[in-house]
C-alpha cells in the first residue's frame, strides 16, 4: 500500500512524463502498480493531489529559506543571503528540471490558494528579517510587514516563474545585484 508520500512522488514522476494536461489518476495509480481507488483513500481528486504536489515543492523552496530566517547575524546580510536563495532556488529548479519546473508553474497557477498561502509564508520570513533588524538598528521601517511586501513584488521578477523567460539573460545576476542594492539603500 503506498504511502501519501509514495503517491506524490509517483505523481511527479508521471508529470514529468507526461505534463499536467495529460496526467490523470489512473497514469499515477499505474505507476504504483496499484488500482486509482487506492490513490482516492489518500486525495479526494485529481485536484487534490495535484494541490499536495504544488504544496510539497513549496515547502521545499521555503524551507532552507526558514533556516536563513531563524539564524544569527547582522539582518541585512540574511536578508541578501535569503533572496539571493530564493532565487538560486528556482533558477536551478528551471534549469535542472525544466519539465517539473514547467509543471509545477502550471498546478500553481490552478492551487492559487496553495500559492497564496506560500506567498504569505515569504513574506512573513521577510518580515521577521526586517523586524529583527530594525532591533538591530540596521533597518529603519515603519511597517515591516508593508515594506516585506514592497521588496518581495521588487524583487519579483528574478524569482517568480513567470519571469523566467528572463533568467537567461547574462546580466541577470548583475541585474538582481543593482535591484538590491537599491532595495538596502531603501530600508537603512
Do not use: C
Amino acid at each position: 500500500m503506498p504511502t501519501p508520500e509514495d503517491i506524490l512522488d509517483a505523481t511527479e514522476d508521471v508529470l514529468r512524463r507526461f505534463g499536467p494536461e495529460k496526467t490523470n489518476v489512473v497514469d499515477v495509480a499505474r505507476a504504483l502498480d496499484v488500482s486509482h481507488g487506492t490513490l482516492y483513500r489518500h486525495f479526494s481528486s485529481k485536484d487534490a493531489l495535484f494541490e499536495a504536489v504544488t504544496r510539497r515543492w513549496l515547502r521545499q523552496v521555503e524551507r532552507p529559506l526558514a533556516s536563513i530566517r531563524d539564524d544569527d547575524g547582522p539582518a541585512d546580510e540574511r536578508l541578501h543571503q535569503w533572496f539571493g536563495t530564493l532565487v538560486s532556488i528556482k533558477h536551478e529548479a528551471r534549469r535542472d528540471d525544466p519539465e517539473m519546473f514547467a509543471a509545477y508553474f502550471h498546478l500553481a497557477q490552478e492551487a492559487t490558494g496553495v500559492v497564496d498561502q506560500h506567498v504569505d509564508e515569504l513574506e512573513s520570513q521577510v518580515t521577521a528579517i526586517l523586524e529583527e533588524g530594525r532591533a538591530q538598528g540596521v533597518f529603519y521601517v515603519e511597517d515591516a510587514e508593508t515594506a516585506a511586501r514592497a521588496v518581495f513584488q521588487a524583487t519579483a521578477r528574478f524569482h517568480h516563474p513567470a519571469r523566467s523567460d528572463t533568467w537567461d539573460d547574462p546580466a541577470i545576476d548583475e541585474q538582481f545585484e543593482a535591484v538590491w542594492q537599491l532595495l538596502l539603500e531603501g530600508l537603512t
